[in-house]
């Protein structure tokens, strides 16, 4: 079974950047939707942004213009910058595969998604 591997989590001001990295063993990032999703304490788990296999990324409006999803093949990795970061942008953030793609991550819940990693805290302080 597939297992992701997210980094990069840290506690970082408001205004400030991060970037969070997601990998896999043995398996191509490439071959399959890759999305990034985040869950505040007490909260559901919520779509943040998805990268196809196509290359092309779609973001939820709460972090569109503000967050950017890439992808490097050679090394099989996810990236996300985080840029602009806001209180409520605290989270631990995940990724997660869908077979489906291309695909935009409006409409898209995290049950669409799998192979779950454990996941990176990210929190932003006012």
């Known amino acids: 079974q597939v297992q992701f591997v997210e980094s990069g989590g840290d506690v970082v001001q408001s205004g400030g950047s991060l970037r969070l990295s997601c990998t896999a063993s043995g398996f191509a990032l490439d071959s399959v939707t890759i999305g990034w999703f985040r869950q505040a304490q007490g909260e559901e788990r919520e779509p943040v942004g998805c990268i196809s296999s196509d290359g092309r990324p779609s973001y939820a409006n709460s972090v569109k213009g503000r967050f950017s999803i890439s992808r490097d093949n050679v090394k099989n990795t996810v990236s996300l910058e985080m840029n602009s970061l806001k209180p409520e942008d605290t989270a631990v953030y995940y990724c997660?595969?869908?077979?489906?793609?291309?695909?935009?991550?409006?409409?898209?819940?995290?049950?669409?998604?799998?192979?779950w990693g454990q996941g990176t805290q990210v929190t932003v302080s006012s």
């Open positions: 997660a595969a869908d077979g489906i793609s291309p695909r935009a991550i409006t409409g898209t819940t995290a049950a669409d998604f799998g192979s």
